[in-house]
């Protein structure tokens, strides 16, 4: 019996109170989704957490998340489990990684008797040098890719971890080539694909073909040849008429 190996992947985004850890700036809010064989399983982990600082103007009107907001939310330490739980072993798929991962490491270096840090518990792939590798000198934020890869972001007036993490599973699927459909496997969506296209195709109204009959001059130039090719062939030209 053939075992299939699946390859589970995290998509992660996060939401702060600041840019820098060097401010001691916390996490507010996580969100992730879960692929496997690069489909969604419906399987994710949000969660809202009281940093226990002031959130920065600034990234206030980013994300749009008050203090008041995260009073009654919980703090990372009581989420920490949880959370490392559902990121184990997954190869965590994340839009500009060192940012993501230097404020989760940030918040488990806080807790006591925490050894552990991201990397010892999963790979990390950074989809912001995915596409700086692919699309050189162009615009890579998650705004840009989605409408570079046609992926819908109507939704996304303000940033959000777990709206962001969906985005980018779309992103990801549509920028690695593979199958983008959710819905159907990679066999469906091709078979789907060409049923579409002979669809397309039989559905065009073909204008009937011009027909250009020869004159009395081109015909003779012709009959001239076929004599020709008759000739230096000893009489086995096969286009001239036999008797």
């Not at 002031?54 to 939310?73: C, F, P, R, Y």
Request: proline share 2%; hydrophobic share 40%; net charge negative.
């Amino acid at each position: 019996m053939v075992e299939t190996t699946q390859k589970r992947q995290v998509v992660l985004d996060t939401e702060t109170t600041g840019i820098s850890t060097a401010d001691d700036h916390r996490i507010i809010e996580i969100g992730c989704v879960e692929l496997v064989n690069r489909r969604l399983t419906g399987n994710t982990f949000h969660q809202y957490i009281n940093p226990q600082r002031e959130i920065d103007a600034g990234a206030m009107e980013v994300h749009g998340i008050t203090n008041e907001s995260l009073v009654d939310k919980p703090l990372f330490a009581e989420i920490a489990e949880d959370f490392l739980r559902f990121i184990d072993g997954a190869e965590l798929i994340i839009h500009n990684a060192p940012f993501d991962v230097g404020f989760l490491d940030h918040e488990l270096k806080k807790l006591a008797d925490e050894t552990r840090r991201i990397k010892s518990v999963a790979t990390v792939l950074d989809t912001l040098k995915m596409a700086r590798d692919k699309h050189p000198g162009q615009k890579n934020n998650l705004d840009a890719l989605c409408k570079r890869y046609d992926v819908d972001n109507s939704n996304r007036e303000l940033h959000g971890a777990l709206l962001d993490a969906e985005i980018l599973a779309d992103v990801y699927l549509a920028m690695t080539g593979g199958q983008v459909s959710l819905t159907l496997t990679a066999q469906e969506s091709e078979t789907a694909t060409d049923l579409r296209a002979e669809t397309e195709l039989a559905a065009v109204e073909r204008q009937p073909l011009r027909v250009l009959r020869a004159n009395e001059d081109e015909l003779a130039a012709h009959q001239l040849m076929l004599d020709k090719v008759n000739q230096a062939s000893g009489g086995q030209c096969v286009w001239l008429a036999k008797d």
